[in-house]
């Protein structure tokens, strides 16, 4: 709690440490993070970006991969205490094994706010990353160095390991100010049409208990599927009501391919 209430009270210097270009005030955080991408894979890490667990849950800028290792790096303009206190938060909820914060290279500090931040990173274990470019308005080389290197943490959970796949590499940049992100709900459609393509047909009922989705039972993800499926916002997936049981007094709802001929869109 005092940590928490220190990174409260850093939050109230608005400055932070002064990036070393004054031009950097203009830079947008897609700008900072962009260099930072090929420096994380050159050293053999897989790089998902706006990486989104749950639907009401935190996002994070990056997230990298190496064999059973997670790294989360959150990318800011400034070194400030809103980015520390967003890697504090991270660490505490134990979801990676490494946290690091990622700023443009600091040349020094305004007040006291700088050095005591630095403290901060380094007491909870926090790494700090600067990139460095000549000319932040052109194509030039960036040289990216990890200042302080993050501590790895202990007693990780399993639920930011499951939620990473390929789609999060490319479809949304890296601290993107649109909040555009691949959602769980769109891992979750994503499923439903593959597995459909395979099994035609299928009751919703059943389908959710042979896929992976973002839901918290099988029923509920039935009830919401069947939902967005109904009114087309499921893509490459459709469905229709069908006769089932003795006299066909009972329907059910079974779900198609969008392509299949025969199978009606509601």
Known sequence: MLKENALLCLGSFRGGAIPKNSAVKQLAETTVAEPLIPWLEASGWEVFQEVKTRDNGPRYDIVAKKKKLLWIIEVKTRFSADVVSQAWHATRAHIADLHSVAVPQLANYRSHVGPL???????????????????????????????????????????????????????????????????????????????????????????????????????????????WVSINRVRGVTGRWKDWGKRGKTKTFRIYPADVEGSERL
């Open 117 to 227: 931040l630095n403290h901060v990173c380094r007491t909870e274990g926090i790494g700090v990353i600067e990139i460095f470019c000549p000319d932040w308005s052109s194509e030039s080389e960036c040289k990216v160095k990890e200042r302080l290197q993050a501590r790895q943490s202990n007693g990780r959970g399993r639920e930011l390991f499951d939620s990473l796949n390929d789609s999060q590499k490319a479809f949304a940049a890296a601290g993107n100010s649109t909040g555009k992100h691949w959602s769980p709900f769109q891992q979750t459609c994503l499923n439903l049409a593959v597995l459909v393509r395979y099994f035609p047909g299928y009751r919703i009922n059943d389908a959710v208990r042979f896929m992976r989705h973002h839901y918290p039972t099988d029923m509920s993800a039935a009830q919401s599927l069947r939902k």
